[in-house]
């Protein structure tokens, strides 16, 4: 209103004096506003230069085209256009917060500060802009300056938490806790629900190092109404990550898990929670019933599908591990441990070609070399059950080359070979290896004497034997075979008849 009063009186002064051009100052402002509101900002950029030309102390073309100078990226020109603008008039707030911002975007505090300091003066009811003069004085650290104008807005602001929050986040960050402490005291008394009266108190108290009560406002914040969920799973993994070693972390785990199911009973967050706690403490169960729940809402969740497979392993449910980790393969083809639990659940119910065929095409993406080996290792056990007896040596040869002390695989490879009798010096090595590595181990002593035996070396064979036969835990019918073999080699029949005796009762 004010630049077309000031257009009609200069447009009666020109007749007498003809020191400007209003009329054509008015249509290129026009033309430009047209353009501006258009998105052309090159044309509001001509426009409005154009309206300058025509009247050069026009502070509202320079106010606009200060603006089209940015869009365009001209920031020093737009700069200047701002400052000209708001010294011709420095009345108008417009341009004065317009000037103000660019001294903010550089950083320039000391005049943004001088600049709203007048303009709060001058309206004393703009508490949005007195929020903004004391974020300025926050960033400069002048908390006494902050303090002192949040008073003045929360008299001004009446019962908006919203500046209870900021004043006690200027006593915080001035050291006076106490007053901060109060402040958030009377948010809470105003309004237990207040949307981020639960984060604020938890981030006080953890830095006072009251940590249990940082941890119960943590609890009070899921069951927030107000608070929205993703901020709440947010500060979960924020304490979690932060405080993982802590003693009581997985009890506190428990009750963060109950909280989110309590308050979000349709959502999968808590009964994954529970299914790790659970998964630690080795109740398997649990864990097993917290996963399928937590499927229950999403069907493509990997950490659900994790925790089921790894529960119902152990359980030794195989069926049931067969279907799922087949199941988890079809939303996550590529991940490891499902192929993983899809051949052994395999193997353990004899279906051996097709754990072959799971271990094959999972070892593909296994990246980890240590988790290579382990399906090597299988293969190299399921090939020898199928009759590839190559194909199993190589898988075994794989493993030993990244790990030549796997004991397990030593030993099997050594078995194998003493079976086919074939490579016995290898076999040899391998096995004695492999008792080296476990020397109270019966299987591993079993097959080194094996190995011997086959050699021919058969009073080292009974030396090994007779330790294997001393560590078995349970008699075994393929141990006292052995031993009552290698009996007869070393002409001790009466006590080779014996464990043959033996072995057949079993």
């Known amino acids: 209103m004010r630049k077309w009063i000031i257009i009609g009186l200069l447009l009666v002064v020109t007749a007498a004096f003809g020191q400007v051009d209003v009329r054509k100052n008015a249509h290129a402002f026009s033309k430009g506003l047209e353009c501006k509101y258009k998105n052309d900002t090159e044309g509001a950029i001509s426009c409005f230069e154009e309206a300058l030309k025509s009247m050069p ?20 020109e737009g700069f200047a256009m701002s400052k000209k603008a708001a010294e011709l008039d420095p009345e108008n707030k417009w341009y004065q917060m317009r000037l103000a911002i660019f001294y903010r975007n550089q950083e320039q505090f000391d005049e943004y500060i001088k ?7 001058k309206y004393p009811g703009d508490i949005n802009m007195l929020a903004d003069l004391i974020d300025a004085y926050m960033v400069v650290k ?18 908006d938490t919203r500046y209870y929050h900021m004043l006690a986040n200027a006593y915080m960050d001035a050291g006076k806790e106490k007053k901060a402490l109060a402040m958030y005291d009377k948010i809470k008394a105003m309004d237990p629900n207040d949307q981020y009266i639960n984060i604020s108190l938890l981030e006080y108290h953890e830095k006072k190092g009251e940590l249990d009560k940082a941890f119960e406002e943590l609890l009070d914040a899921i069951h927030n109404e107000n608070l929205d969920f993703n901020t709440k799973a947010n500060i979960y993994e924020y304490w979690f990550n932060k405080f993982q070693e802590a003693k009581n972390i997985d009890q506190q785990a428990f009750q963060a898990g109950q909280a989110f199911i309590e308050a979000y009973p349709d959502n999968q967050l808590g009964y994954l929670i529970l299914a790790s706690y659970y998964i630690k403490r080795d109740d398997f169960q649990s864990c097993k019933a917290m996963s399928l729940k937590a499927l229950e809402f999403d069907r493509t969740n990997y950490g659900a599908w994790q925790y089921l497979v790894l529960c119902e392993a152990p359980l030794m449910e195989t069926d049931s591990l067969m279907k799922h980790a087949v199941e988890a393969l079809q939303y996550y083809p590529t991940q490891p441990v499902f192929y993983w639990f899809a051949g052994v659940s395999h193997a353990l119910k004899k279906m051996d070609n097709e754990a072959i065929d799971y271990f094959e095409k999972g070892r593909k993406f296994v990246i980890e070399k240590k988790l290579l080996a382990d399906f090597d290792s299988y293969l190299g056990d399921l090939y020898h059950a199928v009759g590839e007896e190559e194909k199993s040596f190589e898988a075994y040869d794989r493993v030993l080359r990244f790990d030549p002390d796997n004991a397990l695989v030593l030993n099997n490879y050594a078995y ?22 476990s020397p109270d181990n019966a299987i591993y002593l079993d097959t080194y004497a094996w190995v011997l035996y086959q050699k021919g070396e058969y009073e080292a064979a009974e ?6 036969i001393q560590q078995l835990q349970q008699p075994d019918k393929t141990y006292y075979q052995h031993y009552a073999d290698i009996l007869e080699k070393v002409n001790q029949p009466e006590k080779a008849a014996e464990y043959r005796t033996k072995a057949e009762e079993l």
């Open 57 to 76: 102390d026009d502070a509202a073309s320079m106010f606009e085209l200060s603006e089209q100078y940015v869009k365009a990226g001209k920031l020093e």
């Open 115 to 121: 600049i709203y300091e007048l303009l709060t003066t």
């Open 142 to 159: 002048n908390y006494d300056k902050a303090l002192e104008k949040t008073d003045l807005l929360v008299k001004q602001a009446g019962a």
């Open 416 to 437: 194998y070979l003493s079976l086919k009798k074939e490579r016995l010096d290898e076999a040899k090595t391998m096995a004695h290896h492999a008792v080296e590595l």
């Open 463 to 468: 030396t090994q034997m007779s330790k294997a």
